[in-house]
């Protein structure tokens, strides 16, 4: 996050790292909707997507305890948040997420379905 600061700014820096915490951010060049940048400030994610576009970015995290940190994880698996969005709840990263839970013995987290997918077999 240091050359992020540097190029960007420190604004930009503390903008990623509450809003973003945790998580590989592959920075675009062009703003999408199924980015995590829709989560900060327009005019940061312009100045961040100009100098770092096409890039990917490890934003760090503030992490608690191991067992309060499953107990929230298994809150949020209960509610059917993937690993990502869990990711940002927390302030995790994601991969954080997937050791908590193998570490607890905990089984792996299935994957969403798509609502407008067919049933392959009726």
Partial sequence: MAD??????DDVAQELCDKLPGI??????????????????????????????GDALNIPSNR??????FDAVEALVEKGLTTQEIALRLGITQSYV?????????????????????????
């Fill in 4 to 9: 992020v600061a540097e190029i960007c700014g």
């Fill in 24 to 53: 590989k951010l592959y920075v675009p060049q062009k703003i999408n909707r199924k980015t995590p940048l829709n989560h900060i400030d327009i005019q940061i994610a312009n100045r961040l997507m100009a100098q770092f576009g």
């Fill in 64 to 69: 608690k305890t191991f067992h309060e940190t």
């Fill in 98 to 122: 997937f050791k908590v839970r193998r570490n607890a013995g905990a089984p792996k987290i299935a994957s969403k379905v798509d609502p407008r997918q067919l049933p392959l077999f009726d």
